[in-house]
Nanobody
Framework: QVQLVESGGDLVQPGGSLRLSCKAS????????MDWYRQSPGKERELVASIPTGGDTNYADSVKGRFTISKDNANDTLYLRMNSLKFEDTAVYYC?????????WGQGTQVTVSS
């Protein structure tokens, strides 16, 4: 069983920045893709950014140019750098990993953008 543990969520002012981390309990090089999702109260969980193994990164239109997904294979960690944060970025952010037909989720980390 794979454990994914997110961290880095916080309360931040509009225009601020945060970096989320997702530490895996095993090597992440075996995952075909890793993603960040988010979910706000009353809304469905949405895909924020993806980083497939050997492929190009993808971003939701709402975060393009502001968020950057990356990973450190040596430390089995996925990151999400978030700049120019907006009120509407407030959500619980989840790390997701896929290997074959198996899907793994973290417990989520809260990001709150408020003045």
């Amino acid at each position: 069983q794979v454990q994914l543990v997110e961290s880095g969520g916080d309360l931040v002012q509009p225009g601020g920045s945060l970096r989320l981390s997702c530490k895996a309990s095993r090597s992440i090089v075996t995952f075909s893709k890793m993603d960040w999702y988010r979910q706000s109260p009353g809304k469905e969980r949405e895909l924020v950014a993806s980083i497939p193994t050997g492929g190009d990164t993808n971003y939701a239109d709402s975060v393009k140019g502001r968020f950057t997904i990356s990973k450190d294979n040596a430390n089995d960690t996925l990151y999400l750098r978030m700049n120019s944060l907006k009120f509407e970025d407030t959500a619980v952010y989840y790390c997701h990993a896929r290997k074959w037909n198996y899907h793994y989720w973290g417990q989520g980390t809260q990001v709150t953008v408020s003045s």
